[in-house]
């Protein structure tokens, strides 16, 4: 079966899909962005990804292509037209294509949507969580405003690039302060000593990400402690556990930083119950 993407309008073929070589989202990244997680061909957590895409929009004053249910329908259109079970659906908004020129267009540019929807098994997903991830740390070099979830992700590509090179998975931003914010695609958590769950509190320096949010939500159902705020990488290397949140990755547990363990090196056990609670409540909600 052929892959169909969606462009402007219409399901295309893959290999056929194109925007325009001025579209600002190519010139300027001029573009946000949403990855929902797909179980059994349904979206995780839709609301909450469709209000972040229309906050994203909204603080770049990129008026929104259409209303949130279009946008969700074109997302479930391309799911199903991919015969995606399991995987992820990619969406994309730019601001329009145009002579390159840096100040706005007129707002009846029609903005370009894209939506790409990809299938992959849970069970390597599930295979790399038993094993756990290797984080690295590096300078925060971002903009300061992180937590637009713009097509931006350039200083993303170096971290990850640059953990790879350190056989890591991950990157975690370290700010100026030597804070860290939070993963190059991911929020950063860790499990201090006393069982409390760590991550940074919501701030133009994260991403509010969907997985953090739900997680929450979780952690407040199990009644197991947490706070909202920045901690050092000394704090994570001392700490029980760590672990990432992300679309992607769901819970993701950390058992390196910068090549010391974490705990006993291990995917560490309330990490694992909350991972396995999440894709509870991804079967659910996905249901
Ligand atoms: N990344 N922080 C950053 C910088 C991110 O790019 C992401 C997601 C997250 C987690 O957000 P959520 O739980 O809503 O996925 C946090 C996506 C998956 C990506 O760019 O592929």
Not at 226 to 235: D, L
Request: aromatic share 6%.
């Amino acid at each position: 079966m052929s892959r169909i993407v969606y462009v402007n309008g219409r399901y295309v073929p893959y290999a056929k899909a194109a925007v325009h070589v001025e579209d600002r989202g190519f010139q300027f990244a001029d573009a946000v962005y949403e990855v929902c997680q797909v179980r059994n061909g349904h979206l995780v957590d839709e609301a909450r990804h469709m209000a972040r895409l229309a906050r994203s929009l909204s603080e770049l004053k990129i008026p929104a292509p259409m209303s949130a249910g279009a946008l969700a329908h074109v997302m479930r259109e391309t799911i199903r037209r991919n015969r995606v079970n399991d995987g992820v659906v990619y969406l994309q908004v730019t601001r329009g294509e145009g002579p390159r020129e840096f100040v706005f267009p007129s707002q009846d540019v029609p903005r370009t949507v894209v939506c790409i929807a990809r299938a992959f098994a849970p069970d390597l997903q599930d295979a790399t969580a038993a094993d756990g991830i290797a984080v690295k740390t590096l300078p925060d070099i971002r903009w300061r405003r992180a937590d637009i979830k713009t097509v931006m992700l350039l200083p993303a590509c170096l971290a990850k690039e640059a953990a790879r090179g350190d056989g890591a998975r991950e990157a975690w931003l370290v700010d100026d302060k030597g804070f860290v914010t939070e993963g190059a695609s991911s929020n950063a958590w860790i499990v201090s000593r006393e069982g409390t769950v760590i991550t940074r509190q919501i701030a133009p320096a994260i991403l509010a990400g969907v997985t953090r949010a739900t997680l929450i939500d979780l952690l407040r159902e199990e009644k197991v402690a947490y706070e909202e705020r920045a901690f050092r990488i000394s704090e994570a290397l001392e700490a029980r556990e760590a672990f990432i949140t992300s679309a992607t990755n769901t819970v993701m547990p950390v058992v390196s930083i910068d090549g010391r363990p974490i705990g006993e090196g291990r995917p560490g056990p309330l990490t694992l119950r909350l991972r396995s609670k999440f894709d509870q409540f991804a079967v659910i909600s996905g249901a």
